[in-house]
T-cell receptor
């Protein structure tokens, strides 16, 4: 199993551009989420999903959209990139709530710079 | 969601036992306590999880008192490779449960 795969690993955008960060998992996990991590800071939840077709906002959702058409994929879309969105983005997945296993698996991150 | 409070940073030396305490005064009945470790430029990695009393695995021990308002992650005989940020999280098993990270504890191990 590959676990959680994020693409791209690095990206530079110009202010105002849009792009989609990809996240895929092969563990059949229902729960997926996106975080951003600014230098020297903790992770902040952007959006999350508890299953295909179901998404909800996290702590810092503004400027981002998500969709969950399949169990495997959870893309994060930046609508109009701003320098404040320069950060490292992590995608995570974990088994469905109700399981005794709450271990979340994280991808390796996407380092995004907006100039 | 139960908020967690942990020290911003800690220092220790190789071979020592390190204990990191996390406060979660508003923990709910169906909440579990989980600890993650994060190395620079990597995503967080699950270390240990518990509900009450003591849990031990090959990496760490987790001590949770009866009132569950705090928990202590214990790392036995740390090495330089244990230098990382450690996050304490509280989350329920509910299907709509969000996983919220706090600021974490930056642990530095010296030779």
């Amino acid at each position: 199993n590959a676990g959680v795969t994020q693409t791209p690993k690095f990206q530079v955008l110009k202010t105002g551009q849009s792009m989609t960060l990809q996240c895929a998992q092969d563990m059949n996990h229902e729960y997926m989420s996106w975080y951003r991590q600014d230098p020297g800071m903790g992770l902040r939840l952007i959006h999350y999903s508890v299953g295909a077709g179901i998404t909800d906002q996290g702590e810092v959702p503004n400027g981002y959209n998500v969709s969950r058409s399949t169990t495997e994929d959870f893309p994060l879309r930046l609508l109009s990139a701003a320098p404040s969105q320069t950060s490292v983005y992590f995608c995570a997945s974990r088994p469905q709530g109700g399981s005794l296993n709450t271990e979340a698996f994280f991808g390796q991150g996407t380092r995004l710079t907006v100039v | 969601l139960a908020k967690t409070t942990q020290p911003i940073s800690m220092d220790s030396y190789e071979g020592q036992e390190v204990n990191i305490t996390c406060s979660h005064n508003n923990i709910a009945t169906n909440d579990y306590i989980t600890w993650y470790q994060q190395f620079p430029s990597q995503g967080p990695r699950f270390i240990i999880q518990g509900y009450k009393t003591k849990v031990t695995n090959e990496v760490a021990s987790l001590f949770i008192p009866a009132d569950r308002k705090s928990s202590t992650l214990s790392l036995p005989r740390v090495s330089l490779s244990d230098t990382a940020v450690y996050y304490c999280l509280v989350a329920s098993f509910g299907s709509a449960s969000k996983i919220i990270f706090g600021s974490g504890t930056r642990l530095s191990i010296r030779p």
